[in-house]
Nanobody, 124 residues
Framework: QVQLVESGGGLVQLGESTRISCAASGFGFTLDDYSIMWFRKAPGKGREEVSCLSSNGRSTNYADSVKGRFAISRDNARNTVYLQMNSLKPEDTAVYTC???????????????WGKGTLVTVSS
């Protein structure tokens, strides 16, 4: 059974930085086989695609709303993907959820596994 567990959320101040993590576990699961995506859902809004890292680690993409402020990366040895979030704004407040999709394409569809999410609150 594959599990994705997010951590690192919490309360941060306007303009500060934080990093959230997505730790993957499960027999045979390796980041080399899955593209990992971050989604977020803010209160009263729909789910937004935030960022993706391809399974070969060579391709990333970001929503326009976070481009230049957020960075996705991974540690293969720890089977963990990170989302570094800088220059945070109140509108970044949301539940951030990671997801895994088999294959090397960053397509925000056909998700195989979902995490449960971690809340990031940005206070002004």
């Amino acid at each position: 059974q594959v599990q994705l567990v997010e951590s690192g959320g919490g309360l941060v101040q306007l303009g500060e930085s934080t990093r959230i993590s997505c730790a993957a576990s499960g027999f045979g699961f390796t980041l080399d086989d899955y593209s990992i995506m971050w989604f977020r859902k803010a209160p009263g809004k729909g789910r937004e695609e935030v960022s993706c890292l391809s399974s070969n680690g060579r391709s990333t993409n970001y929503a326009d709303s976070v481009k230049g402020r957020f960075a996705i990366s991974r540690d293969n040895a720890r089977n963990t993907v990170y989302l570094q979030m800088n220059s945070l704004k109140p509108e970044d407040t949301a539940v951030y959820t990671c997801a895994a999709r088999s294959g090397r394409l960053c397509i925000y569809d056909g998700i195989d596994y979902w995490g449960k999410g971690t809340l990031v609150t940005v206070s002004s």
